[in-house]
Structure formats: C-alpha cells, structure tokens
C-alpha cells in the first residue's frame, strides 16, 4: 500500500524558475493538504483540498497555486520561485471526517537558489 | 502570541526515563489534539489523539488535555532509542474546519 507518494525527492530550483511538486494517494481520501516545514517553524498550512474540483487557501498560500481534477492527484505549483520558498513541503491526507489520521508523504526538500 | 507553543528542544534523556512534552494554546475552539512523531527526513505520523479533555493512554505513551488551562501533554514511559525523534502537537476545531495548527515540534534524543 503506497499511501501518499510525492516527487520529487528533492529539487534544486533558480529564483524565478516555476516547478510542479507532485502528491498522489491511493487511499481514496477525500481531504488533501499541502505543508510546508522550516527549522524551528512546525507545519504551516498552504492549501487544502475538501474534494475534487474544491480548494481553498491555508495560512501561507502566497506564491502557490493548486488544482484537484482527480480524487489521487493534488499538485502544488511554485510560480516564479523565490528564496523564501525554500522548505521542505509535505502533502498530506485525510477522510476529513472526526478523529481521523491525516496520514503524510516523505515530503520534497526544496532549494531556491 | 503563536496559537500553538511548543519547547523546541532539544531534549536528551537516558534510556528508560520518562518523557514530559507539552504544548500550550490560546484558541478555546480546539477540541482535537493530537502528537505526531517525525523521524528524521520523514514525515510526520500520528502518535495519538484526543478529544476535549481528558488522558488517554495507549502502551508506553499517555497523552493529556487540560482544556481549562490550555496545556496538553505526552507521556513517554520507559523511553528507548527508537522514540528518539521530533514530536509535534496538533490541534484542530470541531467539525467544519479540517485545518490542523501545529507546534513547532520538540526533538528528542533518547540516550542509550
């Protein structure tokens, strides 16, 4: 059982690049997320996803765009990368009903150069 | 103010000791609380939860909610190499409102 898979691994990208970081899951969840992780910051929200063709901003969302044609898929978009996009960014999943685990990839390790 | 305080560490502990790690919040909303472990160049998973007040244990670890005092615990009895890691707290409003807050995490060395 995959789970939640993500690519790349890692990414090395120039200012002003844009890239696409790619999360699928096969657990046929509803809910999808995208995180992003700094040292010394925790997670922070950057979209979220309730379903196909529904999404909506988290606490960061700038410089991002999203889209959800499919019930597996929830890309994340860099447009015109910038330094402080340096992260390392997690997707994430959940049935998005009470109690329920979000369950996360291995995360991809971004470097904007 | 951070909706979600978290000491960051590091912490380092002999085997077999136990483990205090806490979490304090400002928004009454929270009613889900949860611990995430992450491993090193992982990412996270979820350790436990709870609703609203109360403990909740499952094997060496007990997890604690003082909602009138905003502050959560986890408790890690015992404690092996294994658990050595990066624990986060998490916390999130009723129904509605999927959205997780999470701390900043703690790192934990457990000392063989």
């Known amino acids: 059982n995959a789970g939640v898979t993500q690519t790349p691994k890692f990414r090395i990208l120039k200012i002003g690049q844009s890239m696409t970081l790619q999360c699928t899951q096969d657990?046929?969840?509803?809910?999808m997320y995208w995180y992003r992780q700094d040292p010394g910051m925790g997670l922070k929200l950057i979209y979220y996803s309730v379903g196909a063709g529904i999404t909506d901003k988290g606490e960061v969302p700038n410089g991002y765009n999203v889209s959800r044609s499919t019930t597996e898929d929830f890309p994340l978009r860099l447009e015109l990368a910038a330094p402080s996009q340096t992260s390392v960014y997690f997707c994430?999943?959940?049935?998005?009903?009470?109690?329920?685990?979000?369950?996360f990839g291995q995360g991809t390790r971004l470097t904007v150069v | 103010q951070k909706e979600v305080e978290q000491d960051p560490g590091p912490l380092s502990v002999p085997e077999g000791a136990i483990v205090s790690l806490n979490c304090t919040y400002s928004n009454s909303a929270f009613q889900y609380f949860m611990w995430y472990r992450q491993y090193s160049r992982k990412g996270p998973e979820l350790l436990m939860y709870t609703y609203s007040s109360g403990n909740k244990e499952d094997g060496r670890f007990t997890a604690q909610v003082d909602k009138s005092s905003k502050y959560i615990s986890l408790f890690i009895r015992d404690s092996q190499p294994s658990d050595s890691a990066t624990y986060l707290c998490a916390m999130r409003e009723l129904l509605g409102n999927e959205k997780l807050t999470f701390g900043t995490g703690t790192r934990l060395t457990i000392i063989p």
């Open positions: 994430a999943s959940s049935w998005g009903q009470v109690n329920t685990e979000a369950f």
């Open positions: 657990m046929n969840h509803n809910y």
